[in-house]
């Protein structure tokens, strides 16, 4: 994957371009970057040409000024498609990463060949009261941030992974996030219910792993129930799907687009 940075914004991004195929965009999960998608890159390498992108404040898309906001981020992936003159393209997101690449869907529906979201929720249709239920461990693990990265790293593992390999790989990337960047998760709420729920013109996949919190389980189920897409849950896996189970998760993938 070849690093690039976006002129006139802090975003690093990656491309593989050399498949004569459609184009992927993978976008990562909160504390992590573009390297949790390793196997993905391994795989998909040659068959569609791949775009990896560091959400802001994370891994290097770092270089900021003020008024950078994460609800910046469509519009710095268009422009992105404009610089490589992609039209459309398949989008993958796990965790943060699914709200970000729903909250581009929103804004550019026409370049979306197909969506898959993994440890997300509908951002078009979500009660953020329910979410409470989760805020007290939210907090116990921001806390432990504030002493330390590798603390905080070391507890957000088990419940990002299920693997012992993938927890390991998780850790060894949560630990290069940086402190200060927690505030720009702060604005994420403003992409949640922004824009009406309406029937996709693109297909739909969701899922997460069976040893997620029991919360995004029933989100999952709940979602598939409310329009029509494709769900899986990930048997042996956690949150982070493609890390636990990269074989599987990359085989259906590939089917889903196929299918489309």
Known sequence: MKECYLENS????????S?????????HAAFVNHRMFESQFKYFSGK????????????????????????????????IFQKHNITAAH????????????????????KVLSLACFGGYDINDFDIQSQKGNSKEQMKMM???????????????????YTTDAQEEFYNINIEFRKKSFKYLAKL????????????????????????IPMEIDIVNKWSESENC???????????????KPEEFNARLEKFWNNN
Request: hydrophobic share 45%; proline share 2%; with cysteine.
């Open 189 to 212: 709420q403003n992409l949640i219910n922004k824009f009406p729920k309406t029937e996709r013109k693109y297909k739909l996949l969701i899922g997460c792993g069976e040893h997620d």
């Open 143 to 161: 806390f432990k941030a504030i002493f330390s990265i590798k603390w905080f790293a070391k507890a957000n593992k088990k419940i990002s992974a």
């Open 230 to 244: 494709e769900k899986i849950i990930f048997q042996g896996a956690g949150h982070c799907v493609n890390m636990d």
């Open 91 to 110: 989008f993958v997101g796990v965790s943060l990463g699914a709200v970000i690449v729903q909250d581009y869907a929103n804004r550019y529906e026409n």
């Open 10 to 17: 802090p975003i690093a991004y990656y491309v593989d371009d």
């Open 48 to 79: 569609y040409n791949l775009l990896a992108i560091d959400i802001l404040g994370h891994g290097n898309s770092i270089k900021t000024k003020k008024g950078d906001s994460i609800e910046k981020m469509a519009l710095w992936i268009d422009q």
């Open 19 to 27: 498949a004569d195929k459609e184009w992927v965009v993978f976008v």
